[in-house]
C-alpha cells in the first residue's frame, strides 16, 4: 500500500511538473515512470498476502466480509480488500484469583452460589480454538475480541448456572468430576454455535467459605484417628489371639504329659539311664535312692 501511494505521488508530480518550474519539467518523464513503476510494484503486491502458519485470513471489502478463507502461505487477493488474521491453534482463557500474564489484572475468578446458599471460588482455564472455516461468521457477527465476548461470559454464565445444583462439600470433593463433565457440555454447545470448538476444560480449584473448609479438615482428621484406633485395634486382637493360642498349646503339652507318664515308665527310662551310665568307660559312683519298697543301690564304676 506504501508503494502504491509513493507511486501515485510521483505520477502525480511528474504529469504537473510544468506547473512548478522548469527543473521540473525536464525530470518530468522521468518522474512519471517511476510513478507508474512504483504503482503496478505496488498494486502487484497488494494483491499477493501471506498468512502465517496456524492462522487463516478473512478478506473485508468495502465493510462487507468474503466468504473465502485464506489459507496459510500466499494468497492472491484483490489489492482493495483488508485481510483480518485469526489465530486457530488452541489458545487457553484462564480466569483466577492470581494475576494472569497477558490477561486482566486482579481478581478474576468465578463466584458462584451453592445448591446450600454458600459462596464458592472456581478457579477455570479453557483451552479452546477457533474453526478456520467459521472465521468469517466470527468477525462479522463477533468480531476480534471473541475471547472476551464468547469465551469468558459464556463460561462464567455456564459455570454460575449448573453450580446450583450441587452442595459447596461435593462440588469440593465428591462430585466435582461431574461438575466439570457437566459444565464441560453446556460449554461446548455455546462455543460450537459461535464458531469455536472446545478442547478441554480445567476445574483448577475450588475454594470453600473459611467456615466449611475448617469443617471439613475436621472431619478428615476425626476419620484419620477412627482408621488409627481400629488399625490398633485390630493389632491388639491379633496379639490376644496369638496368646490365646499359645496358651491352648501349652496346656495341651501338659494334658498329654500328665496322660501317657506313669511311675513305671518313668522306672524304665530310669534303669536304661543307668545302665548307659554304668557301661560308659569313665569312672563314676551312683547311689541311687530306691522307690517304694526298694533300698539304695550303689553302683561303682572303673575306667
Not at 142 to 167: C, F, H, L, M, P
Amino acid at each position: 500500500m506504501a508503494l502504491t501511494i509513493f507511486g501515485f505521488i510521483l505520477l502525480v508530480l511528474g504529469l504537473n511538473a510544468a506547473r512548478f518550474s522548469e527543473r521540473m519539467e525536464r525530470l518530468r518523464g522521468g518522474l512519471v515512470f517511476l510513478g507508474i513503476a512504483f504503482l503496478l510494484l505496488g498494486i502487484s503486491l497488494s494483491t499477493v498476502v501471506q498468512v502465517g502458519v496456524g492462522q487463516v485470513g478473512v478478506q473485508t471489502l468495502f465493510g462487507q466480509v468474503q466468504k473465502r478463507v485464506l489459507q496459510p502461505g500466499l494468497n492472491v487477493v484483490n489489492p482493495l480488500v483488508d485481510v483480518t488474521r485469526f489465530d486457530t491453534r488452541t489458545q487457553n482463557y484462564t480466569m483466577s484469583a492470581q494475576h494472569n500474564e497477558g490477561q486482566q489484572a486482579g481478581d478474576d475468578a468465578i463466584r458462584v452460589l451453592s445448591a446450600d446458599g454458600l459462596e464458592v471460588v472456581i478457579d477455570l482455564t479453557v483451552l479452546y480454538h477457533v474453526v478456520p472455516s467459521e472465521a468469517p461468521r466470527i468477525l462479522s457477527t463477533i468480531g476480534e475480541d471473541y475471547q472476551e465476548k464468547i469465551v469468558r461470559a459464556i463460561s462464567r454464565t455456564r459455570i454460575r448456572d449448573n453450580a446450583v445444583y450441587y452442595d459447596a462439600v461435593s462440588l469440593y470433593s465428591t462430585r466435582r468430576e461431574e461438575f466439570q463433565t457437566r459444565i464441560l457440555a453446556a460449554i461446548e454447545k455455546d462455543f460450537r454455535s459461535s464458531g469455536l470448538k472446545l478442547d478441554q476444560l480445567l476445574i483448577r480449584n475450588i475454594q470453600l467459605p473459611p467456615s466449611v473448609k475448617a469443617s471439613i479438615e475436621s472431619k478428615i482428621s476425626a476419620e484419620q484417628d477412627a482408621q488409627k484406633m481400629q488399625f490398633v485395634l485390630q493389632k491388639e486382637k491379633q496379639e490376644a489371639e496369638r496368646k490365646r493360642v499359645e496358651a491352648q498349646g501349652i496346656a495341651d503339652y501338659q494334658r498329654i504329659v500328665n496322660t501317657e507318664l506313669s511311675d513305671k515308665l518313668l522306672q524304665y527310662e530310669t534303669i536304661k539311664a543307668n545302665q548307659a551310665i554304668a557301661t560308659s568307660p569313665n569312672a563314676k559312683v551312683i547311689i541311687m535312692g530306691g522307690g517304694r519298697g526298694n533300698g539304695p543301690q550303689l553302683l561303682l564304676g572303673d575306667k
